[in-house]
Protein backbone atom coordinates (compact mmCIF):
# COMPACT_ATOMS: atom_id res chain seq x y z
CA UNK A 1 0.00 0.00 0.00
CA UNK A 2 1.29 3.24 -0.67
CA UNK A 3 1.69 5.81 1.90
CA UNK A 4 0.98 9.71 1.60
CA UNK A 5 2.16 11.76 3.69
CA UNK A 6 1.17 15.92 3.18
CA UNK A 7 3.01 18.56 4.96
CA UNK A 8 3.40 22.78 4.09
CA UNK A 9 0.25 24.11 4.70
CA UNK A 10 -0.90 26.60 6.88
CA UNK A 11 -2.32 30.33 6.94
CA UNK A 12 -1.07 33.23 4.73
CA UNK A 13 -2.45 36.34 3.18
CA UNK A 14 -4.12 36.96 -0.26
CA UNK A 15 -1.48 37.06 -2.80
CA UNK A 16 1.16 35.06 -0.70
CA UNK A 17 2.74 31.78 -1.23
CA UNK A 18 3.23 28.39 -0.40
CA UNK A 19 4.26 24.93 -1.26
CA UNK A 20 2.76 22.16 -0.17
CA UNK A 21 5.06 18.62 -0.19
CA UNK A 22 4.12 14.96 -0.28
CA UNK A 23 6.14 12.53 0.51
CA UNK A 24 5.01 8.48 -0.71
CA UNK A 25 6.45 6.07 0.69
CA UNK A 26 7.30 4.22 -2.01
CA UNK A 27 6.79 4.85 -5.98
CA UNK A 28 6.04 1.01 -7.91
CA UNK A 29 5.67 2.28 -11.45
CA UNK A 30 8.18 4.79 -13.06
CA UNK A 31 4.78 5.95 -14.92
CA UNK A 32 2.90 7.07 -11.28
CA UNK A 33 0.54 9.83 -11.10
CA UNK A 34 0.60 11.94 -8.58
CA UNK A 35 -1.04 15.36 -7.70
CA UNK A 36 -3.92 17.43 -5.66
CA UNK A 37 -7.30 17.37 -4.77
CA UNK A 38 -8.89 19.73 -2.79
CA UNK A 39 -12.40 20.56 -0.64
CA UNK A 40 -13.54 23.01 1.08
CA UNK A 41 -15.92 22.86 3.56
CA UNK A 42 -19.50 22.67 2.46
CA UNK A 43 -17.73 21.83 -1.23
CA UNK A 44 -17.27 18.77 -3.29
CA UNK A 45 -13.93 17.37 -4.02
CA UNK A 46 -11.78 19.49 -6.80
CA UNK A 47 -8.60 18.41 -9.26
CA UNK A 48 -6.16 20.88 -8.41
CA UNK A 49 -3.11 19.28 -10.55
CA UNK A 50 -1.71 16.38 -11.78
CA UNK A 51 1.48 15.09 -13.32
CA UNK A 52 3.52 12.11 -14.16
CA UNK A 53 6.79 11.20 -12.31
CA UNK A 54 8.49 11.13 -15.55
CA UNK A 55 7.24 14.58 -15.91
CA UNK A 56 5.99 16.04 -18.95
CA UNK A 57 2.94 17.05 -19.31
CA UNK A 58 0.49 18.81 -16.03
CA UNK A 59 -2.73 18.69 -15.62
CA UNK A 60 -4.43 21.88 -13.67
CA UNK A 61 -7.80 23.50 -12.95
CA UNK A 62 -8.72 26.23 -14.90
CA UNK A 63 -9.11 28.26 -11.36
CA UNK A 64 -4.98 27.36 -10.51
CA UNK A 65 -3.38 27.29 -13.72
CA UNK A 66 -0.94 29.95 -13.95
CA UNK A 67 -0.68 30.27 -10.34
CA UNK A 68 -0.27 26.55 -9.22
CA UNK A 69 2.59 24.46 -10.26
CA UNK A 70 3.27 20.85 -9.59
CA UNK A 71 6.84 19.43 -9.54
CA UNK A 72 8.66 16.44 -8.00
CA UNK A 73 12.00 14.99 -6.39
CA UNK A 74 12.41 11.91 -7.67
CA UNK A 75 14.93 10.92 -5.54
CA UNK A 76 12.79 12.25 -2.25
CA UNK A 77 9.78 10.39 -3.68
CA UNK A 78 7.96 14.03 -3.03
CA UNK A 79 5.58 15.56 -5.10
CA UNK A 80 4.99 19.64 -4.48
CA UNK A 81 2.91 21.96 -5.10
CA UNK A 82 4.06 25.44 -5.35
CA UNK A 83 1.15 27.77 -5.09
CA UNK A 84 1.86 31.69 -5.50
CA UNK A 85 -0.93 34.56 -5.95
CA UNK A 86 -3.09 32.55 -3.62
CA UNK A 87 -6.61 34.21 -2.87
CA UNK A 88 -9.10 33.45 -0.42
CA UNK A 89 -10.98 31.24 -2.48
CA UNK A 90 -8.11 28.94 -2.32
CA UNK A 91 -8.72 28.16 1.11
CA UNK A 92 -9.34 24.28 1.48
CA UNK A 93 -8.12 20.84 2.78
CA UNK A 94 -5.43 19.79 -0.11
CA UNK A 95 -4.63 16.50 -0.73
CA UNK A 96 -1.98 14.51 -2.27
CA UNK A 97 -3.06 11.61 -4.25
CA UNK A 98 -1.47 9.20 -6.45
CA UNK A 99 -2.52 6.08 -9.01
CA UNK A 100 -1.01 4.35 -11.49
CA UNK A 101 -1.23 6.40 -14.67
CA UNK A 102 -2.76 10.40 -15.20
CA UNK A 103 -5.97 8.59 -17.32
CA UNK A 104 -6.63 6.59 -13.83
CA UNK A 105 -5.96 9.63 -11.70
CA UNK A 106 -8.10 11.49 -13.58
CA UNK A 107 -11.07 8.69 -14.39
CA UNK A 108 -14.05 7.87 -13.08
CA UNK A 109 -13.76 6.84 -9.36
CA UNK A 110 -10.57 8.80 -8.79
CA UNK A 111 -7.06 8.22 -7.70
CA UNK A 112 -6.52 5.13 -5.38
CA UNK A 113 -4.39 6.50 -3.12
CA UNK A 114 -4.77 9.33 -0.78
CA UNK A 115 -3.07 11.56 2.10
CA UNK A 116 -4.11 12.90 4.78
CA UNK A 117 -5.08 16.31 3.98
CA UNK A 118 -3.12 19.61 5.10
CA UNK A 119 -5.53 22.65 5.35
CA UNK A 120 -4.67 25.82 3.20
CA UNK A 121 -6.05 29.36 4.62
CA UNK A 122 -6.22 32.52 2.42
CA UNK A 123 -6.99 35.01 4.61
CA UNK A 124 -6.41 38.86 5.43
Known sequence: QVQLVESGGGLVHPGGSLRLSCAASRRTFSTYAMGWFRQAPGKEREFV?????SGGNTNY??????????????AKNTVYLQMNSLKPEDTAVYYCAADRTISQFMGI???????QGTQVTVSS
Open 49 to 53: AAMRW
Open 61 to 74: ADSVNGRFTISRDN
Open 109 to 115: GGPDYWG
